[in-house]
């Protein structure tokens, strides 16, 4: 007993000294000698041993990781379990990041949380299907490639596009690599938006679409970016709560009365509009009223009358001064009533319409059909002929007329209206309120009415949304907002527009008549450009006339001169290339799970329901887990401008100061995202958070050295002879009287073992147990 106290002390005294000596040895300092002298009792304790390190710091850490990596096997663990596992499929659909920019911690909440569900599934024994994918077209990658050169050329825009693309995809794709991604991330083994296999497979995709009469091409308003000079759908918008709009109170001339105002036939009457818009007054054509409202004639200090919602009386008096009402009528009683255009001074019609309000403006809506949702569906009932006045810069066209020709709408156009009618404008305030921006170019975006090819939700909608109630959606804690995030999108959307005007993407591949403009496309065009597509690539739709692509038979059997013919010039839309994805990649087109951030359901979540609704009857999903976003510590966006940036790299890398961004490590960055990105909408990057990972890692480290430590075989050679000192003697003399004298106490006891007494059992009990430990020593 006492050697053992003695051996532990010095094991504990041999511990400190060791750290001197690595200390020393980083000097340089040769202490083999003293190591040794120190080592002296160590292989006379059997303590658990192992080479398994607690923590690794510095270039060593970068070092292991990589190590690991390329060493261990774990860069071929995809491959492995999809050849050796012999349980269920487990599919995992990639979300393709975009092509563009270098990865940050968004990418690594998603691909961490992606990896941390199939290791999972793999310790469950299920073989997991999992592309890693890249969603390559789009106008971020195609502003990026052309931003420092002048082009126009379709085929040089592509090239260039193509070549920042595949840059882009190289830096990400290693970089996933390096956090410990499981996949199988040769190109053979991961999706390209770009590549001829999916772009044929999109456009067969796209022709069943059409046969069905859920694709379609109209001439209809759609939201449009001058910026970027294309067509946008409402996934590509983002919200500006602060727009500030230079909005107006306008008069219009009554030119004909409605009998219930007959008695006012000899005094000048106006119509009062309100509008957050001013240059769309160069396109407006009716005036809409409700019919359930109350309206009313109130004449101001200039003794004109004045026709304006009773409700918003008051409001519009503290704008443009005293109003004294003198009658008031029902809404309904302005059928047939008649103005005149502010610009062209044609007679113009009030007409009923339901998205007339009394909450905000006059009460009388100004309608420009070409430049508004609700004023296009007031035309079209009406019968009214839609003319758009603006073109894709976002100018007035020669329809607006000379004065305004070349004006942007959205500046000095604005301006230039409200000056022309200067007279009949009462009062202009700039207005604050929630406006949409392009959310590439992060600027302002108007509607504009245009020929576009549309996605026809209307056809989808009832089955789409009845489909959700079986779509798991995780976390569960949040299972009820995303659910009605996810129908949101579907439930108040007719149509997607499908088409942009750009030209690095995917060609929609129709022909046009030069003399009338109607589209013409079949089945039989398809597989003609699939072929095509086969021998000179996915350029060809822009390299090569019409005949060479699609033969003259094909082009013939439209029944449309081939000098009349013409390719179409659009592109479809990105959300649709990705959400077409399951039709290309997922086996049977459906995954077990969607993993992505909560944004999509405004994007691919949606795009990829909708398809799958159309083309198979079903969601190409069961479950979807929903993670949020990275912030830095103040909950503030991650943003270059604001300098609150932190990047992945640095964290298993560490920055320029290693003090402020020491090296991590890929545990580090994998226990963060494990720790926090499943659970929050908003996911914190901080020192702090890192460090308490740093720290949760060490804990576990520690345990598994022990453990590790534990399961060691100790040597067996080992020959230590007795060196008996008088105290050992002594001791081992008492400890012998002692054995003996309980042995005999033991054959005296052994019959009361017997009896049922629990205190003579316990007695028993305790006396054995001495006797063991007595023999053992």
């Given at each position: 007993m006492y050697r053992l106290l003695v051996g532990q002390r010095r094991t504990f005294f041999t511990s400190s000294v060791k750290n001197k000596v690595n200390e020393k040895i980083a000097r340089g300092t040769k202490v083999k000698a003293t190591l040794k002298k120190s080592n002296k009792?160590?292989?006379?304790?059997?303590?658990?041993?192992?080479?398994?390190?607690?923590q690794i710091n510095g270039k060593e850490r970068i070092e292991k990781d990589e190590y690991l990596t390329t060493k261990c096997g774990f860069s071929e663990l995809y491959e492995w379990q999809r050849k050796n596992l012999l349980g269920s499929e487990f599919v995992l659909h990639d979300g393709p990041p975009y092509a563009n920019g270098i990865p940050h911690m968004g990418?690594?909440?998603?691909?961490?949380?992606?990896?941390?569900?199939?290791?999972?599934?793999?310790?469950?024994?299920?073989?997991?299907?999992?592309?890693?994918?890249?969603?390559?077209?789009?106008?971020?990658?195609?502003?990026?490639?052309?931003?420092?050169?002048?082009?126009?050329?379709?085929?040089?825009?592509?090239?260039?596009?193509?070549?920042y693309a595949e840059k882009a995809v190289i830096q990400q794709r290693r970089a996933f690599q390096s956090w410990g991604v499981t996949a199988d991330w040769k190109e053979s083994g991961c999706y390209f938006t770009n590549r001829s296999s999916y772009v044929k497979n999109q456009l067969r995709q796209f022709?069943?679409?059409?046969?069905?009469?859920?694709?379609?091409?109209?001439?209809?308003?759609?939201?449009?970016?001058?910026?970027?000079?294309?067509?946008?759908?409402?996934?590509?918008?983002?919200?500006?709560?602060?727009?500030?709009?230079?909005?107006?109170?306008?008069?219009?001339?009554?030119?004909?009365?409605?009998?219930?105002?007959?008695?006012?036939?000899?005094?000048?009457?106006?119509?009062?509009?309100?509008?957050?818009t001013p240059w769309t007054l160069v396109a407006n054509r009716a005036l809409c009223f409700s019919t359930d409202g109350m309206y009313c004639v109130a004449e101001d200090t200039r003794g004109n009358l004045n026709i304006i919602g009773e409700e918003l009386l008051k409001n519009v008096e503290t704008k443009i001064g005293p109003l004294k009402p003198i009658m008031r009528f029902e809404g309904k009683e302005l059928e047939g009533t008649t103005y005149l255009h502010p610009f062209e001074k044609i007679r113009l019609p009030f007409l009923a319409a339901q998205h007339v309000t009394m909450t905000v403006g006059t009460g009388l809506v100004h309608t420009a059909p070409a430049h508004g949702r609700e004023d296009f569906l007031v035309a079209l009932e009406n019968k009214m002929p839609v003319v758009s006045m603006v073109d894709v810069k976002g100018r007035f066209t020669e329809a607006a007329g000379s004065?305004?020709?070349?004006?942007?709408?959205?500046?000095?156009?604005?301006?230039?209206?409200?000056?022309?009618?200067?007279?009949?404008?009462?009062?202009?305030?700039?207005?604050?309120?929630?406006?949409?921006?392009?959310?590439?170019?992060?600027?302002?975006?108007?509607?504009?009415?245009?020929?576009?090819?549309?996605?026809?939700?209307?056809s989808v909608?009832?089955?789409?949304?009845?489909?959700?109630?079986?779509?798991?959606?995780?976390?569960?804690?949040?299972?009820?907002?995303?659910?009605?995030?996810?129908?949101?999108?579907?439930?108040?959307?007719?149509?997607?527009?499908i088409s942009r005007q750009r030209s690095w993407g995917i060609p929609?591949?129709?022909?046009?008549?030069?003399?009338?403009?109607?589209?013409?496309?079949?089945?039989?065009?398809?597989?003609?450009?699939?072929?095509?597509?086969?021998?000179?690539?996915?350029?060809?739709?822009?390299?090569?006339?019409?005949?060479?692509?699609?033969?003259?038979?094909?082009?013939?059997?439209?029944?449309?001169?081939?000098?009349?013919?013409?390719?179409?010039?659009?592109?479809?839309?990105?959300?649709?290339?990705?959400?077409?994805?399951?039709?290309a990649v997922l086996p049977e087109g459906k995954a077990n799970l969607y993993l992505e951030g909560y944004d999509q359901f405004g994007g691919w979540f949606q795009s990829?329901?909708?398809?799958?609704?159309?083309?198979?009857?079903?969601?190409?999903?069961?479950?979807?887990?929903?993670?949020?976003?990275?912030?830095?510590?103040?909950?503030?966006?991650?943003?270059?401008?604001?300098?609150?940036?932190?990047?992945?790299?640095?964290?298993?890398?560490?920055?320029?100061?290693?003090e402020k961004k020491p090296i991590y490590g890929v545990d580090v960055l994998r226990w963060w995202v494990a720790s926090h990105g499943s659970q929050h909408l908003q996911v914190p990057v901080s020192k702090a958070l890192l460090d308490g990972s740093k720290q949760s890692i060490h804990r576990i480290r520690s345990i598994l050295r022990f453990l590790l430590g534990a399961l060691c075989s100790?040597?067996?050679?080992?020959?230590?002879?007795?060196?008996?000192?008088?105290?050992?003697?002594?001791?081992?003399?008492?400890?012998?009287?002692?054995?003996?004298?309980?042995?005999?106490?033991?054959?005296?006891?052994?019959?009361?073992?017997?009896?049922?007494?629990?205190?003579?059992?316990?007695?028993?009990?305790?006396?054995?147990?001495?006797?063991?430990?007595?023999?053992?020593?």
């Open positions: 009792y160590s292989e006379t304790v059997l303590l658990p041993r192992t080479l398994f390190p607690v990418h690594a909440i998603n691909k961490i949380l992606k990896d941390v569900t199939l290791r999972s599934n793999v310790m469950q024994g299920k073989r997991v299907h999992y592309v890693p994918g890249w969603d390559c077209h789009g106008l971020p990658i195609e502003l990026k490639a052309i931003q420092d050169i002048n082009v126009q050329d379709p085929l040089t825009i592509r090239q260039q596009a193509r070549e022709i069943k679409l059409y046969e069905q009469g859920v694709i379609f091409r109209d001439f209809m308003p759609v939201y449009w970016s001058a910026s970027s000079r294309t067509a946008l759908a409402e996934s590509e918008l983002e919200y500006n709560e602060k727009h500030q709009s230079k909005s107006a109170i306008v008069r219009m001339r009554i030119d004909d009365l409605p009998k219930k105002l007959n008695r006012l036939k000899n005094r000048v009457v106006y119509a009062l509009t309100w509008t957050t004065e305004f020709q070349g004006l942007s709408v959205l500046t000095e156009g604005t301006d230039k209206v409200l000056h022309s009618i200067a007279d009949d404008v009462l009062h202009v305030e700039m207005f604050t309120h929630s406006y949409p921006y392009d959310w590439r170019t992060k600027q302002p975006v108007f509607i504009r009415a245009s020929s576009q090819w549309f996605f026809n939700i209307n909608r009832d089955k789409a949304i009845d489909s959700v109630k079986d779509i798991e959606i995780y976390p569960e804690c949040n299972r009820t907002s995303f659910t009605n995030a996810l129908i949101a999108g579907i439930k108040d959307r007719p149509y997607w527009c929609i591949p129709v022909l046009y008549s030069k003399k009338t403009g109607k589209p013409f496309t079949s089945r039989a065009l398809i597989e003609r450009l699939c072929h095509s597509i086969d021998q000179y690539g996915p350029d060809c739709w822009w390299k090569y006339s019409e005949e060479e692509l699609l033969g003259l038979d094909v082009i013939q059997q439209m029944n449309v001169p081939i000098d009349d013919m013409e390719k179409g010039k659009d592109i479809l839309d990105i959300w649709f290339d990705s959400g077409i994805s399951w039709s990829s329901l909708i398809t799958s609704i159309a083309l198979q009857d079903r969601p190409p999903y069961q479950a979807l887990f929903v993670h949020g976003f990275a912030v830095d510590e103040n909950g503030s966006k991650m943003s270059k401008s604001i300098g609150n940036v932190i990047n992945p790299e640095e964290i298993l890398l560490g920055g320029a100061n290693l100790h040597r067996q050679d080992v020959r230590c002879e007795p060196q008996y000192r008088i105290i050992d003697k002594y001791m081992m003399y008492r400890l012998y009287g002692y054995n003996k004298e309980q042995t005999m106490y033991r054959l005296c006891t052994v019959s009361l073992s017997k009896t049922d007494s629990t205190a003579t059992k316990l007695h028993h009990r305790c006396v054995s147990r001495l006797l063991k430990f007595s023999e053992q020593l």
